[in-house]
């Protein structure tokens, strides 16, 4: 069962505008692929690494999405 805190962000992220986020975010809501995790965790970093301290909404997910897509 996935985790209701974890899908609320990843949500967020498929409704971003940024393909870097959202393309990952709507395979992993999907469910197509079984790499979706991976996928979405490697894109999760790298949005941390180019935005996620310039204080818009989704530093502090970028974190706390990573520590739960760690322990799913």
């Known amino acids: 069962m996935q985790n209701t805190e ?3 962000i990843i949500e967020k992220f498929a409704e971003s505008g940024w393909d870097l986020i959202d393309v990952p975010a709507k395979k992993w ?3 197509v692929s079984d790499d979706a995790a991976v996928e979405l965790m490697k894109a999760v970093r790298q949005a941390d690494k180019e935005c996620g301290s310039c204080g ?3 530093d502090p ?3 706390k999405a990573l520590e739960l897509l760690e322990v799913a």
Do not use: M
Request: hydrophobic share 35%; proline share 0%.
């Open 6 to 8: 974890l899908t609320k």
């Open 29 to 31: 809501l999907s469910g």
């Open 56 to 58: 818009c909404e989704f």
């Open 61 to 63: 997910l970028y974190k």
